[in-house]
Structure formats: C-alpha cells, structure tokens
C-alpha cells in the first residue's frame, strides 16, 4: 500500500543536540511538506518542496532544515538553534498539477521531547 | 493574507445527533480550494472533504457535507447521525491560490456523548 512513512514514531534528545526526523513516500508525490503542531494547535507550515532539490521556508523555519535529494523523501533537521523543538511533528505530501482537489496526504507523526 | 479562522474550541454533541462545526476564511483571491481534515487522538490527519471556490454544490462524503457560503467566506463542517468514533480534532484548511501551500485553522475539539 502507498503512502508516507515517519520514523521513529517517539524521539528523545538532550538540549543542544541536532536531531534529524525522517519522512518517505512511495505514492508519487511531488510536493513534500513539514508541520509542526503544539498541544491543542493546529498546524504550522515548517517547510515544504514542491520538486526535487527545491525546498521553501514556511512560517516557522528558523532552527529547522530541510533537504529534498529525492523525490520519496524529505527529512527534517531540528537544529539546536530552534528555541522550543518539543512538539509533535507530521510529514505530508500531495500531488502537483492543475486544480485544487489535492488533498493532502500525512504521515502518522513523530513526537519529539527534547530535555 | 490567507487565514482559515475555526471559532469553537471545543463542541460536544449526543450521538446520532448532527453537528455542524464552523470555519471562516479570508482570502483575495477568487480560486481556492478548502478541505476538512479529522485527527484522532492517535495524532494521524484524515482528509474528509473537499470544496472548490468555483463549485456549484456544497461538496458531501458519506455523513459528513460542507455547507460553503461563499459570500460570507466561510466553509462549515457538518456531521450527520454522530458516531463515538467522530470524537477528535477537527481542522479547516485552504490551499493557497498559485501555490501548493495550505493554511490551516486551529481547530475544533468535537467530544461525541454517548
């Protein structure tokens, strides 16, 4: 069955350690993107890459990098630089072309607790 | 800018009852998209509906159907005969005209009483 993996599902580091969070997809997709979400909020648009090798900063970039080298995939880096990394962090994708039926298709998260 | 405004926190509902839970957007732009996702508590987005700016008919999938105003910008989710298994967060979201960039609102906790 396709759709997008995220590992580990539960991640723990210490304060000034870089983390790298994986996500892959094997439904086709061109656009990639990374959310953040905090208790009881809805979704912040950390990054996203609509075509390999290209990547666009969202509203809450900074202390996150990303990379996008193939299609299926596009990890995300949370850099000791990022103030407040604890969160829960999910992965999607969707196809490109004409129309705006495109839903978005989503991982089922990693949540990540930094000490 | 865009914004997907979601006004209720939280909403409870008797099951088998129908719920209608509120979202309002703004946008400059005359083509968009909207879509209603569900996320359980195990922390997965479910896609449920969609509704494009240009269609004609309120969009509907199974029991769940969009009521879209257009004129007053806003996209309402509507449960029909509410399932204990609807319990979970709610959230509007707009695809950005141009773009493959979607906005989200910041959701609506729906609690289903037995």
């Known amino acids: 069955d396709g759709g997008i993996t995220q590992s580990p599902k539960y991640l723990f580091r210490k304060e000034g350690q870089n983390v790298t969070l994986s996500c892959e997809q094997n439904?086709?997709?061109?656009?990639m993107y990374w959310y953040r979400q905090d208790p009881g909020q809805g979704l912040r648009l950390i990054y996203y890459?609509?075509?390999?090798?290209?990547?666009q900063k969202g509203d809450i970039a900074e202390g996150y990098s990303v990379s996008r080298e193939k299609k299926e995939s596009f990890p995300l880096t949370v850099t000791s630089a990022q103030k407040n990394p604890t969160a829960f962090y999910l992965c999607?994708?969707?196809?490109?072309?004409?129309?705006?039926?495109?839903?978005?298709?989503f991982g089922p998260g990693t949540r990540l607790t930094v000490t | 800018a865009q914004k997907i405004t979601q006004t209720q926190p939280g909403m409870f509902v008797q099951e088998k009852e129908a719920v209608t839970l509120d979202c309002t957007y703004d946008?400059?732009?005359?083509?968009?998209?909207l879509f209603w996702y569900k996320q359980p508590s195990s922390g997965e987005m479910i896609f449920l509906i969609y509704q494009g700016s240009y269609d004609q008919q309120n969009a509907t999938e199974g029991r769940y159907s969009l009521n879209f105003q257009k004129a007053r910008k806003s996209a309402n989710l509507v449960i029909s005969a509410s399932q204990l298994g609807d319990s979970a967060m709610y959230f509007c979201a707009m695809r950005e005209a141009g773009t493959y960039k979607y906005i989200f609102g910041t959701g609506t906790r729906l609690k289903v009483l037995a």
């Open positions: 439904l086709n997709h061109d656009a």
């Open positions: 946008t400059s732009d005359p083509s968009y998209g």
């Open positions: 890459s609509q075509i390999v090798n290209d990547f």
């Open positions: 999607a994708s969707t196809k490109t072309g004409t129309g705006f039926t495109r839903e978005q298709y």
